[in-house]
């Protein structure tokens, strides 16, 4: 059985928003199915050219765990690049994913 790690993650806005979650916030399921922890995860628009900050700070995502995100940026953009840093160091860039089609995004091994 899988378990959702990182309790705190789901309060880890790319930019924080207090009060409650409004209609532009988008949540989707974050999946580690590789080999190794997720220690940095950055997401953007996919029409701006640089990061925002590291959704997961000071946590990270240990392999074969799954974390609900909510990027509450105040846009009510869909498309995201998304950029993963590895505990071995190495980085991983998907451009272009349409997390509100998806509602999930699995990170694995063969990418």
């Known amino acids: 059985m899988k378990h959702a790690v990182l309790g705190g993650i789901a309060a880890l806005f790319l930019v924080a928003a207090p009060g409650a979650a409004s209609a532009e916030d988008l949540v989707f399921t974050l999946t580690n199915s590789s080999s190794y922890a997720l220690k940095s995860f950055f997401t953007s ?15 990270y995502l240990p392999a074969g765990n799954y974390v609900s995100i909510t990027i509450a940026d105040g846009r009510t953009q869909c498309v995201y690049d998304m950029k ?6 190495s980085e991983y860039v998907e451009k272009s994913v349409d997390l509100c089609e998806l509602g999930e995004y699995t990170l694995s091994d063969a990418q």
């Not at 993963?84 to 160091?89: A, G, K, P, S, V």
């Open 45 to 59: 628009p996919a029409d701006i050219e640089s990061w925002e900050e590291d959704v997961f700070g000071e946590n």
């Open 84 to 89: 993963f840093i590895m505990e071995d160091d």
